[in-house]
């Protein structure tokens, strides 16, 4: 079935690093653009990064510009974000998503999310 794991969260000091990782299973990974978002309590979801399937291009909010890097390996079926320069409102929990779409056929897959606290 499909499954997106993300993993490498944590409790970093502001200024600190954290590599989230999305490992990705049960569908042709190398077809999907992939996205990591956030949701801080009592906030909506927002998109940190996303990178197309092939991993030529990719999209910042702004406030992340700079600071975080998305890469993925297609060979390893695995999705990355490097964060540094963290803040307190960095604070949140990181969903990995994947999306494909076509005429005629979307398709959205979620992982369960890695919590990430910035605080001293």
């Known amino acids: 079935q499909v499954q997106l794991v993300e993993s490498g969260g944590g409790l970093v000091q502001p200024g600190g690093s954290l590599r989230l990782s999305c490992a990705a299973s049960?569908?042709?990974?190398?077809?999907?653009?992939m996205s990591w978002y956030r949701q801080a309590p009592g906030k909506e979801r927002e998109l940190v990064a996303a990178?197309?399937?092939?991993?030529?291009?990719?999209n910042y909010a702004d406030s992340m510009k700079g600071r975080f890097t998305i890469s993925r390996d297609n060979a390893k079926k695995v999705v990355y974000l490097q964060m540094t320069s963290l803040k307190p409102e960095d604070t949140a929990v990181y969903y990995c998503?994947?999306?494909?779409?076509?005429?005629?056929?979307?398709?959205?897959?979620w992982g369960q999310g890695t919590q990430v606290t910035v605080s001293s």
């Open positions: 990178i197309t399937s092939a991993g030529g291009s990719t």
């Open positions: 998503n994947a999306h494909f779409s076509m005429p005629d056929l979307t398709r959205d897959y």
């Open positions: 049960g569908f042709t990974f190398s077809i999907y653009a």
